[in-house]
């Protein structure tokens, strides 16, 4: 990936951290949006030459015209884009707010959207890729996740119609929906351990993903070369969780 630009979205921890590495290992040049100003930082550290840190809430439509700024007063383009943060509250169906709906569509969906149209005329100069974040949870409509579910979703939808608009400007559009044990999901375990056992035991490999070795560079083929005639996909970095037909 030497002489790429892309832009993570919370991309100084957890999975976005892990995709960071991954691309400045690979040869790119990062810039990782968190509202983690710690984590940014020390990520930061790693190679600051090729990893800039731009602490913004991703909701903001400001953030994602500061985070295509900083790309290009640092690394001179942008190729490539990943819309990885996402917030939400896990509770059952009727206790959600509209707090609590506001915190994920404007996270997830919005967030997403910010950063694409920001992204959109860059993109089209280098023929780049987006790389979307879905989620098994949306697929199956998994308890205690009404909000996040939805907006995966609505992310999915998003994701297919921009492939579709935005083929004629050299641009692919790609979803990957990745199980993996972050700390959320440490986290969602001691909340909910029925369901996470209930998860575990359904993954026909046998374990929950590792954001570096399984799901980055999942994220790092669909930015690259080798997935140049691919778009509007949705790809399950999953242990087979979940087999899309």
């Known amino acids: 990936m030497k002489n790429q630009v892309v832009i993570v979205t919370g991309g100084a921890a957890g999975i976005g951290g892990a995709i960071t590495i991954e691309l400045v290992q690979r040869g790119a040049s990062v810039v990782a949006v968190d509202t983690n100003d710690e984590a940014g930082k020390e990520i930061a550290k790693i190679n600051p030459d090729r990893i800039a840190f731009l602490k913004g809430d991703i909701s903001e439509e ?21 819309n990885n943060a996402h917030a939400s509250r896990q509770k059952p169906l009727l206790d959600l707010t509209q707090d609590d709906w506001a915190l994920s569509i404007g996270t997830g969906l919005n967030g997403t959207l910010n950063f694409m149209k920001a992204a959109h005329p860059e993109l089209a100069k280098n023929g780049g890729s987006i790389v979307n974040f879905g989620s098994g949870a949306g697929l199956n409509g998994q308890k205690n996740q009404a909000s996040y579910a939805a907006a995966k979703e ?39 351990r029925d369901q996470y056992d209930e998860v575990a035991e359904g993954i026909p490999l046998g374990r929950f993903g590792n954001p570096q070795k399984d799901i980055a560079p999942v994220v790092a083929f669909l930015l690259g070369e080798d997935s140049q005639y691919m778009t509007g996909q949705t790809l399950m970095a999953d242990g087979g969780k979940i087999m899309l037909r």
């Open 62 to 82: 400001s953030v994602a015209k500061e985070a295509l700024e900083l790309a290009l007063s640092k690394f001179g383009k942008l190729t490539g884009l990943v």
């Open 154 to 192: 609505a992310i999915r939808g998003l994701s297919r119609v921009a492939a579709n608009e935005w083929a004629e400007d050299g641009i692919r559009v790609n979803i990957v929906c990745p199980l993996a044990l972050t700390e959320g999901v440490a986290k969602w375990k001691e909340t909910h």
